[in-house]
């Protein structure tokens, strides 16, 4: 029976990257990179030696994906803010206060376009980091919430027309919208860094399955109807989604 275990793989210089262990019916080992986490696929049967030693090499694999992909840094501990830095997020900037504070949690508010970051001094580094990213994101989705909200009701009323219960924001990795069948919108923070008609695309794209929830010819008819040229939109998200990041 195929099982599945989470762990932490530790790099070599005091951060650990979050792994999925999967141990199932096949006869090789490998290694690929998820949204969330590294995962190792292993087979069921193996000497503990053999184990071992696919261990190691998976150790040693995943440190060499990290000292190719600079992107991989980002997505899995945030972009290394540091005080004074400035935070693009498509039309507006945001300068990052920091502020250490003998104190467990962190905290983050927005006053005149500085985002007042109250840091825990006794987290470490990467912690902090990922502290960060998840904290500016929650403070700019506020920011941002009712020019999206604006922007989504627009679309419906032109071209769906249907009951909206919720319009969310929030950080997802693993996707860039979704829809539920009682009307929840839900678009990661992360959409807010693409260009105007890209966020348009996803708006259209989860509106759409208000009416089709599915991916059927009828749904990418619904989308076409709504932007003719949505290809192009889809086409950008595929290649940039490493700039669209906290």
């Known amino acids: 029976m195929a099982t599945v275990k989470k762990a932490f793989l530790e790099l070599g210089d005091g951060r650990q990257v979050p792994v999925k262990i999967y141990t199932e019916s096949r006869g090789n080992v490998r290694a690929s990179i998820g949204k969330k986490a590294i995962i190792l696929r292993m087979p069921l049967f193996m000497l503990p030696h053999d184990k071992e030693k696919q261990m190691q090499w998976f150790r040693d694999w995943v440190i060499q994906q990290f000292e190719k992909n600079k992107g991989l840094e980002e997505r899995f501990f945030g972009k290394g803010y540091k005080d004074g830095d400035t935070l693009q997020v498509g039309e507006r900037s945001y300068i990052l206060k920091f502020d250490l504070q003998d104190k467990k949690s962190h905290n983050a508010r927005l006053h005149n376009g500085i985002i007042h970051l109250e840091l825990s001094k006794h987290d470490n580094e990467a912690h902090t980091q990922k502290a960060i990213k998840h904290l500016l994101s929650r403070v700019i989705a506020k920011d941002y919430k009712s020019d999206i909200v604006r922007r989504v009701n627009e679309i419906n009323n032109l071209y769906f027309r249907k009951e909206i219960k919720s319009v969310n924001l929030k950080l997802n990795q693993t996707n860039w919208g979704s829809c539920s069948s009682k ?3 839900n678009l990661s923070t992360r959409l807010l860094f693409a260009p105007e008609e890209v966020i348009d695309y996803v708006i259209i794209h989860e509106l759409a399955h208000l009416i089709e929830m599915n991916h ?3 749904f990418w ?7 003719p040229n949505y290809k192009e939109s889809e086409l950008w998200l595929k290649k940039n989604d490493h700039l669209c990041n906290f």
Do not use: H, T
Request: glycine share 8%.
């Open 216 to 218: 059927s010819s009828r």
């Open 183 to 185: 009307g929840n919108v």
């Open 221 to 227: 008819k619904l989308v076409e109807d709504a932007m």
